[in-house]
């Protein structure tokens, strides 16, 4: 547990919730249901061993963050608690609760113990992949799917090594329980519907005769159905931009062509090398109070950006 001060909200409020969530007890001393509400939150922070932290501020004394909170959810009464994650405030709750619905809030939003595994697996397998150690990262990767099976960067990032070490069929073991939604029509989940398309491009290249394919181009540039295949087992080679090469030469002279196959496959491959946004950081304090963060800007990749225009160009 923490007490909460003008002096540290931004070192351990705001910067605190990027790492875990904080949930703030907004309390005073003359306040008796805060009296009540106190020990059963310093008790389930205990209880949810290191899940969240428990930080008290004391409205009387730090006016200026107890006003600004109730102002922006609408709150004129105390003890109000806030949580806190990702450095912003995200849900709350007023008056004191009992333990058990207390429970079912923070149930809400505080990482269970197996995501709280599966978390610390995807950053080892996180370090081993920048250190150039795939097959090592596969197995935190696995381990991290089995204990958290809702993680979705972990189970894009595990079907993705093994698609980079050429396990074709347990990378579609892997991928089916998410098959659904890359197949979505309506709202397709872009990254999944990314290995899907790698998944259909190693599929495609297995039975290609590539000798073939590149003299009926030779023959004929306007064949588009072998450009394509061409385009696939390069997907499946993993040069992805020759792939994106040879789908241009498509998309320039028919954007059309069986159902825009080409600028789908070019868009999966573009989700595929683009990496996920980074988490938001929180604002700077600039003497002044700023309790909401601020998106962090991913820098650019000039590869990406260079196919991202090209797209473009072509399109329009």
Same mark, same amino acid.
């Given at each position: 547990? +923490?007490?909460?001060?003008?002096?540290?909200?931004?070192?351990?409020?705001?910067?605190?919730?990027?790492?875990?969530?904080?949930?703030?007890?907004?309390?005073?001393?003359?306040?008796?249901?805060?009296?009540?509400?106190?020990?059963?939150?310093?008790?389930?922070?205990?209880?949810?061993?290191?899940?969240?932290?428990?930080?008290?501020?004391?409205? %009387?004394?730090?006016?200026?963050?107890?006003?600004?909170?109730?102002?922006?959810?609408?709150?004129?009464?105390?003890?109000?608690?806030?949580?806190?994650?990702?450095?912003?405030?995200?849900?709350?709750?007023?008056?004191? @609760?009992?333990?058990?619905?207390?429970?079912?809030?923070?149930?809400?939003?505080?990482?269970?113990?197996?995501?709280?595994?599966?978390?610390?697996?995807?950053?080892?397998?996180?370090?081993?992949?920048?250190?150039?150690?795939?097959?090592?990262?596969?197995?935190?990767?696995?381990?991290?799917?089995?204990?958290?099976?809702?993680?979705?960067?972990?189970?894009?990032?595990?079907? &993705?090594?093994?698609?980079?070490?050429?396990?074709?069929?347990?990378?579609?073991?892997?991928?089916?329980?998410?098959?659904?939604?890359?197949?979505?029509? +309506?709202?397709?989940?872009?990254?999944?519907?990314?290995?899907?398309?790698?998944?259909?491009?190693?599929?495609?290249?297995?039975?290609?005769?590539?000798?073939?394919?590149?003299?009926?181009?030779?023959?004929?540039?306007?064949?588009?159905?072998? &450009?394509?295949?061409?385009?696939?087992?390069?997907?499946?080679?993993?040069?992805?931009?020759?792939?994106? %090469?040879?789908?241009?030469? +498509?998309?320039?002279?028919?954007?059309?062509?069986?159902?825009?196959?080409?600028?789908?496959?070019?868009?999966?491959?573009?989700?595929?090398?683009?990496?996920?946004?980074?988490?938001?950081?929180?604002?700077?304090?600039?003497?002044?109070?700023?309790?909401?963060?601020?998106?962090?800007?991913?820098?650019?990749?000039?590869?990406?950006?260079?196919?991202?225009?090209?797209?473009?160009?072509? @399109?329009?």
């Amino acid at each position: 547990m +923490i007490d909460i001060t003008l002096a540290n909200f931004e070192a351990e409020l705001i910067q605190g919730s990027m790492t875990q969530p904080v949930l703030l007890d907004i309390w005073a001393p003359w306040c008796g249901p805060c009296k009540q509400l106190g020990p059963v939150l310093e008790k389930l922070e205990t209880a949810y061993a290191g899940r969240f932290t428990l930080a008290k501020l004391n409205s %009387d004394e730090v006016p200026e963050i107890a006003t600004q909170l109730s102002q922006m959810f609408g709150v004129r009464s105390i003890p109000f608690c806030v949580l806190f994650s990702q450095g912003q405030p995200v849900d709350g709750f007023v008056g004191a @609760l009992p333990e058990a619905q207390v429970r079912e809030f923070l149930d809400r939003h505080v990482p269970t113990g197996e995501m709280l595994e599966a978390a610390d697996e995807l950053a080892e397998a996180e370090a081993l992949v920048a250190e150039g150690d795939l097959e090592a990262a596969l197995t935190h990767l696995a381990q991290a799917v089995e204990a958290d099976p809702s993680n979705e960067a972990a189970r894009f990032d595990y079907v &993705r090594a093994l698609l980079e070490l050429g396990l074709l069929q347990d990378a579609m073991a892997a991928f089916a329980p998410v098959a659904a939604q890359a197949a979505d029509t +309506i709202t397709p989940h872009a990254r999944f519907a990314a290995l899907a398309a790698w998944i259909a491009a190693v599929e495609a290249a297995a039975s290609a005769d590539r000798g073939a394919v590149e003299e009926a181009i030779q023959a004929n540039k306007r064949d588009f159905a072998a &450009r394509f295949l061409l385009a696939q087992t390069r997907v499946a080679a993993q040069d992805f931009t020759g792939a994106m %090469d040879e789908l241009l030469e +498509i998309i320039m002279r028919d954007k059309a062509w069986n159902g825009e196959a080409a600028r789908k496959l070019y868009v999966a491959i573009l989700e595929l090398l683009t990496k996920p946004a980074p988490k938001a950081q929180a604002a700077e304090a600039k003497g002044t109070l700023e309790l909401s963060g601020r998106s962090a800007v991913p820098a650019g990749d000039p590869v990406i950006d260079q196919y991202r225009r090209k797209l473009s160009m072509a @399109l329009f």
